[in-house]
């Protein structure tokens, strides 16, 4: 059992803004607690770094095999002895975790079933639930625009009929499971700075218990 810390996860499609609101909410978190550590999944572990390539297109695969892929990932990012997820924890630390396994329910089901990507993280699952997940919906066509505006290269998800997708699995996904996780929706087609006040207030709810 992890100590007094809390887990947060911070989930979106691609082009969602999220790696910026964990930014933010990292920032605005940490003038109030400097136990607050910022994390991402992939990681930057042996595995992650591999799938990463796999990711970029350097380095064909099998959706099925990227799917075990992140599994073991996510296993090895909770679990390193020095800087893991439960490490950070016990030590008493807030964790924001720029996505986590809800991201392969949502990503890998348009590949193969759900109920088969949940039985691969079944074990991080029992390992560690989020004290909280936060999805910020973005609709794919702005998401979109936002990654082309931005840059001129694109990962294996970035297609428009992908993220369509993926946001229909995140929020069946999210249906599924919602007796059994705390999972919070953001409309993320607002102003930046209107979804980091949505988000912090959230978060600040969750740690004054």
């Not at 400097?34 to 390539?53: K, Q």
């Amino acid at each position: 059992m992890a100590g007094t810390g809390k887990f947060i996860v911070i989930e979106g499609i691609d082009g969602s803004g999220k790696s910026t609101q964990v930014d933010r909410l990292y920032q605005r978190l940490k003038k109030e607690n400097p136990d607050v550590v910022s994390t991402f999944e992939p990681s930057e572990g042996v595995v992650g770094r591999l799938i990463r390539d796999m990711l970029n297109g350097s380095i064909a695969v099998d959706q099925r095999t990227l799917a075990a892929l992140f599994a073991a990932d996510r296993t090895d990012h909770l679990l390193a002895p020095e800087n893991g997820v439960m490490a950070m924890l016990d030590q008493g630390r807030v964790v924001l975790c720029d996505r986590y396994y809800f991201s392969s329910y949502a990503y890998h089901a348009r590949y193969m079933d759900m109920d088969q990507v949940i039985q691969m993280n079944a074990h991080n699952a029992q390992i560690l639930k989020p004290d909280l997940n936060i999805f910020i919906d973005v609709s794919p066509e702005v998401c979109l625009e936002r990654i082309s505006s931005s840059r001129s290269s694109f990962d294996i998800y970035e297609k428009i009929e992908v993220l369509k997708a993926v946001r229909e699995n995140y929020l069946l996904a999210f249906e599924r499971l919602k007796d059994n996780e705390h999972i919070i929706v953001i409309n993320g087609n607002d102003s930046l700075d209107a979804v980091e006040r949505s988000i912090y207030q959230k978060v600040r709810g969750l740690l004054q218990g």
